[in-house]
């Protein structure tokens, strides 16, 4: 649907019409002559054009939502890592062409005008990316769901890196306004911290009241998510903490004017900040704070929405609303929901419960123990006493239950129990508390049913499920690679680009064959290494040779990703090369990107090494153009855009049985590079859907992981002994090779003194010939190209539309 332009009535929907609106909106909001306006006001003018466009849609498509004919999806999540958002809608509104070739004739650089947008780093990496993706294929296939978070005043950090180390410079994402986002204010709600709860009988039944408590106020940001060329417009609600007034005019007026200042940086205090840590579990009570805010506030308006239509009943919710809560950090939707509903809406307990476990679902992203939430009793106790009474008596009845059914099993059921050891599993509460628990790649399911949740499984086996991720082929894909786009359509046509259809990508497999299709393939993956490698001269002044293998490695920074294993095969070549400089190498590339979290010390000494290696290598005349070192700045999803389609060889080489799934791996595996990895999270199923001659698989598998760490057996030191690479390589980290200053102690003693806790040096040697191998292949270009043709064309299963109709089926069946 096209509206119209409020004054002149032209339809935006033709390229003179949009010509004319463009125009108009720059001189409105530039107040200048067109000629005289900058790159700021065309992007603030498109960006509001966008948004007429959406917004009359997005009305439409609230008002079927209100009379809730259909079953309603809600993301419950404390990160939306959403990304740049205006080329997405101007694509998902099909106005591309229109926008490109009136921007190109009106001497507007639309590529500049994109980099105005300040990137939202409202997430930390896969978890709050795969909301994003999500988002994007649920609006894609036509599906009513939506997003409920958190609008952080500072997103994630920026990066920078000085003296080759990781600093931290605030994000202030939100200092030029923000257009793509509508405040509500008159939808605002209450969140109930602190307190106590009075009982009181009220006609023979119990009530619960809530009194003392100190109240925020959540306000509510919409930003619509608009379908890829339909017209269903979703929404993305983050809420935002305000102080309920403003200014606590009481205790101002008695001259505590510290004190009312203090209440209103306390209630803002909640939306803040994003906590800077993708696995670490942070105990602060502000963490606990943010995560009841989105959850309350977020049931709060679905009820009231839902009730409002219902003539003020609960009854046949869990029909119509689907409450999907991504990882632990929302699992207070359990108690919240029951705490609606019993003392609220006056269900009886057993009903309510029936309710909240219908309407709630769960997944799992993670195994580390050290992700896995737990909170302080008393912490949740003192900040959230009702909430807290409804935990204990879900744990209750839970214990009760379990050991009526299982008498001979109390110290397995104890072991299940969300109250234990003084502290709230928020993974108990969420698995107990929901219909459907799943992980987001096989072998991760089957790791949570047989190893993590192993108890849980036993009892509910028919909770538990798997759905792999998936990513958004619109975005990372289509919208980044145009190059690639615009083969695949002129080789096999159109269709595979209609939402759910991406499968149909297999049409390109005859042209594994093809030497014509294989060359122009080539050749679109050197125009995108050489748009990359210009991105690097520009920000970092390093120049590459598009020649050279692009190796990448781009993600978060964390041990058992392993970048370490990554940049010690990059120090040995570069020993090879130094007593060897003619050696007979194809030249090599190595690009890494990733942020580590603030406090977490070693992730950042490896970023160092990294720097420091890079440093060295890449100013040794030595090595010319054979091997090159760059770490990439502050990745995030806009740097990420530019660095996917150029990527030849994608390095997935987590010790296995730690990555959950992994995401990056599908979106380099749609742009045509090929994996090297470990068989870990969704890496299993790439190597299974392209078969094994079109992945470069190395090391230890999950169980041969699991037995040394449950059995023993493993010896750092010997491996170390045995391999003179290894001992020159260990060496130069704390001698003085690289730099008096440069020494690498944590590193070197986590590596042999602590044996090893990732296996880094265990994977070495299998690393290092899986390298040469994948080195020898890329000299027969015909070959490589065939192997890339195969990972595109089998893709499509991991496009995010493919798990949405997963969920769909397995979980919340909306249909
Ligand atoms: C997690 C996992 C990743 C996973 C992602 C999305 O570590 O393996 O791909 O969620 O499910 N915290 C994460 O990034």
Redesign the pocket.
């Known amino acids: 649907m096209a509206i119209t332009d409020k004054n002149t009535k032209h339809k935006v929907n033709t390229k003179e019409a949009f010509r004319k609106a463009f125009i108009k909106k720059v001189e409105e909001v530039s107040g200048e002559d067109f000629s005289e306006s900058t790159t700021r006001h065309q992007y603030e003018a498109l960006a509001e054009l966008v948004m007429e466009e959406i917004t009359a849609e997005w009305a439409v498509n609230n008002s079927r939502l209100h009379k809730m004919e259909e079953k309603q999806i809600y993301f419950f999540s404390i990160e939306f890592l959403i990304g740049r958002l205006l080329k997405a809608y101007v694509n998902n509104l099909g106005w591309d062409t229109m926008v490109e070739e009136t921007l190109n004739e009106l001497g507007v650089d639309y590529e500049a005008l994109q980099s105005e947008e300040h990137d939202p780093a409202l997430g930390n990496?896969?978890?709050g990316r795969?909301m994003a993706c999500f988002l994007d294929s649920t609006a894609a296939l036509g599906f009513p769901g939506h997003g409920n978070g958190i609008r952080y005043k500072y997103g994630l950090f920026e990066q920078k890196i000085i003296n080759n180390e990781q600093v931290e410079v605030a994000d202030i994402w939100l200092k030029n306004g923000y257009p793509f986002e509508i405040v509500k204010p008159d939808k605002a709600v209450v969140v109930k911290y602190n307190g106590d709860v009075r009982v009181e009988e009220v006609n023979g039944k119990m009530q619960f009241i809530h009194e003392n408590y100190d109240p925020v106020l959540a306000v509510p940001y919409d930003i619509p998510v608009k379908g890829y060329r339909n017209n269903t417009v979703n929404s993305l609600r983050l809420w935002s903490a305000k102080p309920v007034e403003d200014f606590d005019l009481s205790t101002f007026n008695q001259g505590h004017f510290l004190k009312a200042m203090q209440r209103k940086s306390e209630a803002e205090s909640i939306s803040q900040i994003l906590y800077p840590s993708?696995?670490g579990f942070e105990g602060k009570l502000l963490r606990l704070k943010q995560e009841y805010f989105f959850v309350c506030a977020g049931l709060k308006r679905i009820v009231r929405r839902y009730k409002k239509h219902n003539h003020g009943s609960m009854d046949g919710f869990p029909d119509k609303i689907c409450i999907h809560i991504n990882d632990t950090h929302p699992a207070l939707c359990v108690p919240e929901l029951m705490r609606i509903l019993v003392d609220e809406e006056g269900y009886d307990w057993d009903v309510a419960w029936d309710m909240t476990i219908k309407s709630i679902s769960f997944t799992n992203?993670?195994v580390l123990p050290e992700a896995l939430e737990k909170w302080p009793i008393d912490m949740v106790q003192k900040l959230l006493p009702r909430v807290y009474q409804i935990i204990e008596e879900i744990n209750r009845r839970f214990i009760n239950d379990m050991n009526w059914f299982y008498p001979d099993q109390v110290d397995r059921n104890y072991s299940m129990a969300i109250l234990k050891d003084g502290q709230v599993h928020m993974a108990h509460l969420a698995i107990i508390g929901s219909h459907s628990v799943n992980g987001?790649a096989e072998l991760h399911s089957k790791i949570l049913r047989e190893e993590t949740f192993r108890d849980f499984y036993a009892v509910f086996p028919d909770r538990f499920t798997s759905v792999t991720?998936g990513v958004t082929q619109r975005r990372f894909m289509m919208g980044s690679n145009p190059g690639l786009k615009t083969l695949l359509d002129d080789t096999i046509g159109t269709d595979w680009k209609k939402p759910g259809n991406m499968c149909s990508l297999e049409a390109l497999l005859p042209y594994a064959q093809d030497a014509a299709f294989c060359q122009k393939l080539g050749d679109i993956k050197h125009a995108n290494k050489e748009r990359l490698a210009k991105y690097i001269k520009e920000t970092q002044g390093i120049v590459l040779n598009p020649d050279s293998i692009f190796d990448v490695q781009v993600k978060r920074i964390h041990e058992y990703k392993r970048q370490l294993l990554n940049i010690l095969h990059v120090i040995l070549t570069y020993n090879q090369l130094r007593s060897n400089p003619n050696a007979d190498i194809v030249p090599k590339t190595y690009i890494l990107a990733g942020k580590a979290a603030p406090s977490y010390v070693y992730a950042k000494e490896v970023i160092r090494l990294i720097n420091v290696v890079a440093d060295r290598v890449n100013n040794d005349p030595l090595v010319k153009d054979k091997l090159k070192v760059v770490f990439v700045p502050n990745f995030n999803v806009s740097v990420a855009e530019i660095i996917y389609p150029a990527a030849e060889i994608s390095e997935q080489i987590s010790t296995a049985g730690k990555?959950?799934?992994?995401?990056g791996n599908m979106k380099f595996m749609m742009n045509g590079a090929l994996t090297l990895g470990t068989m870990d999270?969704a890496n299993v199923e790439i190597a299974e859907a392209v078969g094994m001659d079109n992945v470069f698989t190395f090391g230890l598998s999950d169980t041969e992981v699991y037995n040394y760490n449950t059995h023993g057996g493993y010896r750092s030191l010997e491996v170390y002994e045995s391999d003179s690479r290894l001992q020159e390589i260990l060496g130069q980290l704390i001698n003085g090779f690289f730099g008096e200053s440069a020494g690498f102690q944590m590193i070197y003693d986590s590596l042999l003194l602590h044996n090893d806790t990732y296996f880094v040096l265990k994977d070495f040697a299998p690393y290092v010939d899986i390298q040469d191998i994948a080195s020898n292949v890329y000299r027969d270009q015909k070959q490589w190209q065939k192997m890339s043709t195969i990972n595109i064309a089998h893709s499509g299963i991991f496009s995010s539309d493919r798990s949405i109709e997963d969920y769909e089926k397995r979980v919340w069946k909306v249909k």
């Not at 990555?659 to 995401?663: F, L, M, R």
Request: charge should be negative; glycine fraction near 24%.
């Open positions: 990496g896969g978890l795969l993708d696995h992203h993670t987001v991720n990555e959950a799934s992994g995401t999270g």
